[in-house]
Structure formats: C-alpha cells, structure tokens
C-alpha cells in the first residue's frame, strides 16, 4: 500500500499490488485436451468432484485410470507439483516428456500396476517411492529421477535403466533398498549403471543388478556398475 497526506491532516491508503492466495486442489490428470502439463493455461485436470481444472503450482497430481494412460508432456521449467502419483492399473502405461520439468520440494510416488516410463529431465527434490509388486519403471533420462532419495519399497519392482551414464551423469539421490528389487542395464561397457549418491537398505532385502540380456543377447558382456557415494552402507544383500 502506499500512505498519501496532505495538508489539513488527511490521509489515505491507496492499494497498488494485491496477493489472492489460492488453496491447492487435489488434482487427476484427464488428458481432455492435446496432452500438456502446464501451468495455469490447459484444462487438462480435474477434482475430486470431477470439475475440470488446471494446474497451478502446489497443487498434489494424480495420474491413474481416469486419464486412460499415454503421453504427458511436460511444458515449463517449474512446474511444482506438492505430489505426483502415478497410480493407473489400467489403460496405457504413462510417459512423461517434454521440455519441462517437475520441480521443487515435492515427491514422486509410482504404485500403479502398468509400466511408467521417464523421459524427461525433472528436479524436484522431495524423492521417489517405487512401491508395486509389478512395477515396472523405463528410466530414458537419469534425470528423470530429480535429485531426491529414490526408495525402493516393494519386492517384485523393477527399473530399466535405458541410457549409459558417466561420470556426472547417473541417479543423482541416494538408493534406498527397502524390499527385493531388481534393475536391469540396457548400455554396455564402463558407465553401464551410475548411481551418484549412497546406496543402502535393509537387511535381509536385495537389490539384484542385471546386464539386459534379452536386449543385448551377451550374458559375458562386461557391463560396469558405479556407486559413488562416499557413505554408501552394504546393510542389503
């Protein structure tokens, strides 16, 4: 506000910026137009009450049966979502591409039962929970991941490590072994698996590391797995 006086002892306030906060809403991705994640702009969502909506920042995202599954492209360098769930048992399985990223404090939570695929690179630091017996996530980009702890929650899950990595390049957040898991590795050679912080897990759980053979067709192929976190802990098989 700015505070005008004058002579004779008046005053006033005159309103020049004004702040209406929002709510966040429980969001469910539709797909009811071409399929784009942007800020404030495609009706692509909807309530819990089945109003159409769109996004805007802090707002928790489901993507389950209602959006049929398919491609989700992302659109927009922050887009920073409380929580994504990813959690459809029917349908197609879901992709998220794009040049945009889902970024900020908020996590990535994969239940669902059909495979999810990251394609994009994203930065939120909240984590992921992979936590189905059938799932199955394609990771196409290491930094699919964002930067947070990726817990590996349920026996039977999967990973599918798609791209070589390198020195910089690999799962940025810590690897967190909490049940059986397995994590198949489609590139060859010295960088076939990097994982940039620590792993640890629980006793008596293991984390399996397989060169993919049904792609490569080389059981003797010799494929390097990197873990470079300095305070990584062999608490798993």
């Given amino acids: 506000k700015v505070l005008v006086s004058g002579a004779g002892g008046y005053s006033t306030n005159s309103v020049t910026n004004s702040l209406a906060l929002v709510a966040?809403?429980?969001?469910?991705?539709?797909?009811?137009n071409p399929s784009s994640w942007d800020l404030n702009?495609?009706?692509n969502w909807q309530d819990n009450n089945s109003n159409p909506q769109v996004f805007n920042f802090g707002d928790p995202v489901t993507f389950n049966n209602v959006g049929g599954g398919g491609t989700v492209t992302l659109t927009g360098p922050y887009l920073s979502a409380a929580s994504v769930t990813v959690s459809n048992t029917t349908g197609r399985p879901y992709v998220f591409g794009g040049s945009g990223s889902f970024a900020g404090p908020g996590n990535l939570i994969y239940t669902g039962t059909k495979p999810f695929t990251l394609n994009n690179a994203n930065t939120y630091s909240g984590g992921t929970i992979i936590s189905n017996a059938l799932a199955y996530l394609?990771?196409?980009?290491?930094?699919g991941l964002g930067t947070g702890p990726?817990?590996?929650a349920e026996a039977g899950g999967q990973m599918e490590i798609i791209v070589a990595g390198s020195a910089s390049s690999g799962i940025s957040g810590n690897i967190i072994v909490n049940d059986d898991f397995t994590i198949l590795l489609d590139a060859l050679g010295s960088f076939s698996g990097v994982f940039l912080g620590n792993l640890s897990g629980t006793v008596g759980k293991t984390l399996t590391l397989l060169p993919n053979n049904a792609l490569t067709g080389n059981s003797v192929t010799n494929n390097r797995v990197r873990v470079y976190g300095i305070n990584t802990t062999n608490n798993a098989n």
Avoid: M
């Fill in 150 to 152: 990726v817990t590996l």
């Fill in 24 to 32: 966040a809403t429980n969001l469910i991705w539709t797909d009811a």
């Fill in 138 to 143: 394609n990771l196409e980009n290491y930094a």
């Fill in 41 to 43: 702009t495609t009706v």
